[in-house]
């Protein structure tokens, strides 16, 4: 993919008080930061299996036993109608929208209709993507598509339960709940898409996935071919970026292979990023938002939300400190 080397009018700022480099200077920045640092030898690049279990290790545990396999078994049916991966994600997010209207005019048995609907809706969530992988239409805008629709579904979803429980407990701790769920297991969803990418790239392909979608995103802006979505996935990706490696928001270019050799120097030599793989399957919204379907299918609705917002902050916190640990830069050699 094309990087730019200018640094755009959102580029987020240093915070040591630094701008962004210019591009006249990122050549010799990168020279320099690279110059002092621990190059990989052959022996210390992850194997192919190595690589393997870790990516396996960050898809979150429902996904993995049961909505992935599922949605691989629908490919060979599914597969042969005239649907694209976008097709796919409109269709489940007017499903999530359904759901949601059942959440808040039903009763117990349109809630348990509800749960159903929302479970075959993240099925098709996993689908949209084996399908993209499979016909080769994976691009970043209709990933941003799909997160544009899971947020809608989310915060629908979240709305409509809001209203139901305040109908029956009238009181506004209920709202301040679900402000509360909204903002973390959007942290969170935000957090494993942003961990997922970083280490999966680099361990995989070798380069920073998250640096090189953000730069063709910026590309498509400055030739006007990028649309709303772009100025989208650019904001989006900012702000990962922002909140979770601020070096890199500091210095994109002059940091990608830095980062990326350090990915998969500690995942040959520790046992460092197999760990924050497994915790990043758990911090992945898809967990929390179980358990708000769960309140639905149970009737414990108010109380499974509470459980879910405690879930998001502690998992979230945890994530976002180790995950700056991880991608810290190693020490450079004398």
Not at 38 to 54: F, G, M, Q, T, Y
């Amino acid at each position: 993919m094309t990087r730019t080397a200018s640094s755009p009018p959102f580029a987020a700022p240093s915070p040591e008080g630094e701008a962004p480099l210019r591009a006249d200077e990122d050549s010799g920045a990168r020279a320099v930061l690279l110059a002092g640092l621990p190059k990989l030898a052959p022996e210390d690049v992850p194997s192919p299996a190595e690589v393997e279990a870790i990516a396996d290790g960050m898809v979150d545990p429902l996904n993995r036993w049961y909505r992935y396999p599922a949605a691989r078994a629908l490919l060979p049916v599914l597969g042969k109608l005239p649907l694209t991966p976008n097709h796919v994600t409109y269709i489940h997010t007017a499903m999530a929208l359904f759901a949601a209207y059942l959440a808040y005019a039903g009763g117990r048995r349109e809630w348990v209709i509800a749960f159903f609907l929302l479970e075959a809706r993240m099925i098709l969530d996993c689908y949209d993507g084996v399908l993209a992988r499979a016909k080769k239409l994976s691009s970043p805008y209709g990933r941003a598509i799909d997160e544009i629709g899971d947020t809608l579904g989310f915060i629908a979803l979240m709305v409509a339960i809001t209203a139901r429980l305040y109908q029956e407990h009238h009181t506004s701790l209920v709202v301040w709940l679900t402000c509360g769920v909204l903002a973390f297991g959007g942290l969170c969803a935000n957090a494993w898409d942003f961990y997922k990418r970083k280490i999966g790239f680099a361990l995989k392909e070798g380069r920073d996935g998250v640096a090189d979608e953000l730069a063709e995103k910026r590309a498509a802006i400055a030739a006007r071919t990028g649309g709303a979505l772009a100025y989208w996935g650019v904001y989006f990706d900012r702000f990962q970026v922002w909140l979770y490696d601020r070096r890199t928001a500091v210095r994109a270019d002059a940091s990608v292979e830095h980062v990326v050799d350090t990915i998969r120097g500690r995942a040959r030599t520790t046992t460092s990023v197999r760990r924050f793989a497994r915790l990043v399957s758990f911090v992945s919204w898809d967990n929390g938002l179980f358990l708000v379907h769960l309140g639905l299918l149970t009737g414990a609705v108010l109380e499974l939300e509470i459980f879910a917002f405690a879930w998001a902050v502690g998992l979230w916190t945890v994530a976002i400190i180790m995950g700056r640990s991880l991608l810290r830069p190693r020490k450079a050699t004398s």
